[in-house]
Nanobody
Framework: QVQLVESGGGLVQAGGSLRLSCVAS????????MGWFRQAPGKARSFVAA????????YYADSVKGRFTISRDNAKNTVYLQMNSLKPEDTAVYLC??????????????WGQGTQVTVSS
């Protein structure tokens, strides 16, 4: 079992930045890949970014490429999402996920509760 707790969300103006964190507990953190997803009101959950077990490979949705950066610190059991140049359309609940089942942009075994990000225009 893996437990995930996100933090770092909040209200920010367009063009601003936020850094989300997700702390994992349970299994050895370096044994599984991690991902970030988001869900806006009335919309389906969508993939944002993913990172391999070692952190050597990263993957991004086209909508955030060049603005968001995913990273991990295996010594701290934490994955981060640095979000720059935020836009109102980035407003959503951001969820951390662990241990992908096949496609890293689709399904994961474990999910956090999410943290709200609101970008004002």
């Amino acid at each position: 079992q893996v437990q995930l707790v996100e933090s770092g969300g909040g209200l920010v103006q367009a063009g601003g930045s936020l850094r989300l964190s997700c702390v994992a507990s349970g299994r050895t953190f370096s044994s599984y890949a991690m991902g970030w997803f988001r869900q806006a009101p009335g919309k389906a959950r969508s993939f944002v970014a993913a990172i391999s077990r070692s952190g050597g490979s990263t993957y991004y949705a086209d909508s955030v490429k060049g603005r968001f950066t995913i990273s991990r610190d295996n010594a701290k059991n934490t994955v981060y999402l640095q979000m720059n140049s935020l836009k109102p359309e980035d407003t959503a609940v951001y969820l951390c996920a662990a241990d992908p089942m096949g496609n890293y942009a689709a399904s994961y075994r474990y999910w956090g509760q999410g943290t709200q990000v609101t970008v004002s225009s």
